[in-house]
């Protein structure tokens, strides 16, 4: 059944129109993206993406000619780092945002990376089934319409012994839970005023976490979509963590 209704952060709108309000968000936020990851991390996304592909590699035995998938990619962070670790595999970079592939395409050619690029949604995937031997998507399921349906479709595009890997912020330990609100819908949209010139995108990004599901409810989510094995991983207390799906 087609998904009529999404939460864009706070609010329930229909899909369609998540879709045009998140492509606004990002059509705003691209150029300053990378920048304001640092900013609103500390730095500290950096280290969970090399924890993501460090967990990725132990827990899958990919060949050195990995054909790998990173959906909703961005500026190509996952991308790079999976080349890092695998030289010979051949990454494709996607996203469903033009403005942000493109700051991901110029960052890696600047890099002197040259790997493809492919503009497309991750509900409704251009591949083949069981083409590649890894999917990641860091930080961008929260942003899609319909999860289960992605999910489903990293799941089909999957090759058996594929792994895929989901790193999502997720729902932070309750000691840490008030300091974690303040900041995020006190500090961050402010951060993303004086930076981005975008509070409002922002805020947004804030809501979004929040309304993410929590570490068991897509550990489930991932098992439905038909993946064989979930398990997880919390980094920073439960801020983000690394869920990885496994097909046999």
Same mark, same amino acid.
């Given at each position: 059944?087609?998904?009529?209704?999404?939460?864009?952060?706070?609010?329930?709108?229909?899909?369609?129109?998540?879709?045009?309000?998140?492509?606004?968000?990002?059509?705003?936020?691209?150029?300053?993206?990378?920048?304001?990851?640092?900013?609103?991390?500390?730095?500290?996304?950096?280290?969970?993406?090399?924890?993501?592909?460090?967990?990725?590699?132990?827990?899958?035995?990919?060949?050195?000619?990995?054909?790998?998938?990173?959906?909703?990619?961005?500026?190509?962070?996952?991308?790079?780092?999976?080349?890092? @670790?695998? $030289?010979? /595999?051949?990454?494709?970079?996607?996203?469903?945002?033009?403005?942000?592939?493109?700051? =991901? *395409?110029? &960052?890696?050619?600047?890099?002197?990376?040259?790997?493809?690029?492919?503009?497309?949604?991750?509900?409704?995937?251009?591949?083949?089934?069981?083409?590649?031997?890894?999917?990641?998507?860091?930080?961008?399921?929260?942003?899609?319409?319909?999860?289960?349906?992605?999910?489903?479709?990293?799941?089909?595009?999957?090759?058996?012994?594929?792994?895929?890997?989901?790193?999502?912020?997720?729902?932070? @330990?309750? $000691?840490? /839970?008030?300091?974690?609100?303040?900041?995020?819908?006190?500090?961050?949209?402010?951060? =993303? *005023?004086? &930076?981005?010139?975008?509070?409002?995108?922002?805020?947004?990004?804030?809501?979004?976490?929040?309304?993410?599901?929590?570490?068991?409810?897509?550990?489930?989510?991932?098992?439905?979509?038909?993946?064989?094995?979930?398990?997880?991983?919390?980094?920073?207390?439960?801020?983000?963590?690394?869920?990885?799906?496994?097909?046999?």
């Amino acid at each position: 059944m087609k998904k009529t209704t999404a939460d864009f952060g706070f609010e329930t709108v229909a899909a369609d129109d998540k879709k045009k309000r998140v492509a606004d968000v990002f059509d705003s936020v691209a150029s300053k993206y990378d920048l304001m990851n640092d900013l609103m991390s500390v730095g500290l996304h950096r280290r969970w993406k090399n924890a993501a592909i460090a967990l990725a590699h132990l827990s899958a035995h990919l060949p050195e000619d990995a054909h790998v998938l990173d959906l909703a990619g961005g500026t190509g962070d996952l991308t790079r780092r999976f080349l890092k @670790k695998y $030289p010979k /595999a051949t990454a494709v970079l996607s996203d469903i945002n033009n403005a942000m592939l493109r700051e =991901g *395409r110029k &960052i890696l050619l600047n890099r002197g990376i040259a790997t493809p690029v492919v503009q497309c949604n991750a509900e409704a995937l251009p591949f083949p089934d069981k083409r590649f031997h890894a999917v990641s998507i860091g930080f961008g399921l929260r942003n899609i319409t319909d999860k289960e349906k992605a999910l489903r479709e990293m799941r089909r595009v999957l090759k058996p012994g594929g792994i895929a890997l989901v790193l999502e912020f997720s729902r932070v @330990k309750k $000691p840490l /839970a008030p300091f974690y609100d303040f900041y995020s819908f006190k500090i961050l949209p402010k951060l =993303g *005023r004086l &930076i981005a010139n975008d509070e409002a995108s922002y805020r947004y990004l804030a809501e979004s976490i929040r309304m993410h599901p929590d570490q068991e409810t897509l550990k489930t989510m991932m098992l439905n979509a038909g993946f064989d094995q979930v398990d997880y991983h919390n980094l920073t207390a439960g801020i983000v963590a690394v869920h990885l799906g496994k097909v046999r």
